[in-house]
């Protein structure tokens, strides 16, 4: 009995927060189905988040999913607003905690590598956040498109290395799907990259540019 009340009260402060953090759960589910949320949703997801981190100082889940929360916040608020600016310097503050308690989290590294480049703009602290969301996840499918976005316009403070990387994601979204590579380069003056990417890749590149010319061009017909 007396074991039973010590692991019960050893366990307290974790069931606590995973009470807590449930409260968020569906805000996060959303999210990760592409679907929106709306203020009063984001409201409590923040509080539930913030209450379970407490309870549990050491686990990464709850301010992981509070950088995402406040990410969100921060991009559906007015450009220039305090609100905007708040919401990136929470994002940023709960990413940078999550990644000390676990460190190998690719899509906390590019959630914050974005928040930096809305905070202070393309510079050293988004090149570095983005080149450890390489560097701990090189492979992920579900990071090469937004990696593409960020790589391009990080790309003039990007190192040799990190260059390299950012044109093996735009190859590696070619192989997955060229049709969402063109659409993701569309409106971006990235053909150049894209070309030296897929160098030894005609097929690929006659399949992206099938695409590409046709949506840059209205009427556009291929040759046969």
């Given at each position: 009995m007396a074991a039973g009340i010590l692991i019960l009260a050893l366990s307290g402060p974790r069931l606590i927060g995973a009470i807590n953090a449930t409260a968020g759960e569906p805000a996060i589910e959303k999210l990760r189905r592409g679907e929106q949320i709306g203020d009063p949703a984001i409201d409590r997801a923040r509080k539930a988040f913030l209450t379970a981190e407490k309870s549990i100082p050491r686990d990464y889940r709850s301010p992981r999913d509070l950088a995402l929360i406040e990410l969100v916040a921060a991009t559906s608020a007015p450009i220039g607003s305090d609100m905007r600016k708040q919401a990136v310097e929470s994002s940023i503050a709960a990413g940078r905690r999550s990644l000390a308690n676990n460190p190998a989290q690719p899509y906390v590294w590019l959630r914050l590598a974005q928040a930096?480049?809305?905070?202070?703009?393309?510079?050293?602290?988004?090149?570095?956040?983005?080149?450890?969301?390489?560097?701990?996840?090189?492979?992920?499918?579900?990071?090469?498109?937004?990696?593409?976005?960020?790589?391009?316009?990080?790309?003039?403070?990007?190192?040799?290395?990190?260059?390299?990387?950012?044109?093996?994601?735009?190859?590696?979204?070619?192989?997955?799907?060229?049709?969402?590579?063109?659409?993701?380069?569309?409106?971006?003056?990235?053909?150049?990259?894209?070309?030296?990417?897929?160098?030894?890749?005609?097929?690929?590149?006659?399949?992206f540019l099938s695409v590409y010319l046709r949506r840059r061009t209205p009427g556009y017909r291929p040759p046969l």
């Open positions: 930096e480049l809305m905070h202070e703009g393309i510079g050293v602290r988004a090149a570095f956040a983005f080149a450890m969301s390489l560097e701990t996840g090189p492979q992920v499918i579900d990071l090469m498109q937004p990696r593409v976005v960020l790589g391009l316009i990080l790309w003039p403070v990007l190192d040799d290395r990190q260059q390299e990387r950012v044109l093996a994601q735009i190859k590696g979204l070619a192989r997955y799907n060229a049709r969402l590579l063109a659409e993701t380069v569309l409106n971006r003056p990235a053909l150049p990259l894209v070309r030296r990417a897929l160098a030894d890749e005609p097929e690929l590149m006659k399949a």
